[in-house]
């Protein structure tokens, strides 16, 4: 392995204080968790982190700058995603209310969750464009083997997703003392809105 502790300690602190900026993702993740609690947000980190390991692939295997010739491709991505979030904020309006234990994930309800996620990221070709930005300024990429691209790959894609885990978390402790029937309705009309938000963003971006 090419990769020398040092290196991969400083990028992983480097990296940890980047993608612990909070966008799109992270507000969809901590509304949420506020509104559903741990369980119900966690998907949608696992989600992100799934699409984060598939740019981190094509990045250090130089696959993400052919894929911007094909800019059609990234903007069907950018556009399905942006449609999706909103599809979802939209349905959260409209069944505000509705569900009477705030904890309790209806059959398939995790899935989508996790779909939602990935394609939060799927549509941003900004992601790719990003870790193909700062790996080289860690490490030398043409002397990579097999070994370095999936201990790079892991480690990436692990403080990705311990970052989202961590807001998860905080929302959901935060939420814990809100989350009431009474409140309901509001939590989720606000959680459809910030998904519709997002939505709007990638769509601008």
């Known amino acids: 392995m090419s990769i020398e502790i040092s290196q991969l300690a400083l990028f992983v602190v480097a990296l940890g204080i980047m993608v612990a900026t ?19 947000a966690a998907p949608l980190a696992y989600g992100a982190a799934v699409s984060e390991a598939i740019y981190i692939g094509l990045a250090l295997v130089g696959l993400a700058a052919l894929a911007m010739s094909y ?4 903007e069907l991505l950018r556009w399905g995603g942006a449609a999706w979030l909103v599809w ?8 505000a209310g509705q569900n009477t234990e705030a904890l309790e994930i209806a059959p398939g309800a995790g899935w989508r969750t996790f779909l939602t996620g ?22 030398d990429i043409a002397a990579f083997g097999w070994l370095d691209t999936v201990v790079v790959l892991v480690v990436a894609s692990s403080v990705g997703l311990l970052s989202d885990l961590t807001y998860t978390a905080l929302a959901d402790r935060a939420g814990a003392k809100l989350r009431n029937k009474a409140l309901r309705t509001g ?6 809105g910030v998904m519709i938000g997002a939505g709007a963003v990638i769509a601008g971006s």
């Open 118 to 139: 990935l394609l939060i990221n799927l549509g941003n070709p900004k992601v790719a464009l990003f870790y193909m930005a700062i790996f080289p300024g860690f490490f």
């Open 71 to 74: 800019a059609w491709v990234l």
């Open 88 to 95: 979802i904020g939209i349905g959260l309006i409209r069944s």
């Open 187 to 192: 939590m989720d009309r606000t959680t459809g």
């Open 22 to 40: 909070p966008g799109p993702l992270v507000a969809a993740i901590m509304a949420r968790a506020a509104s559903g609690g741990f369980r119900a």
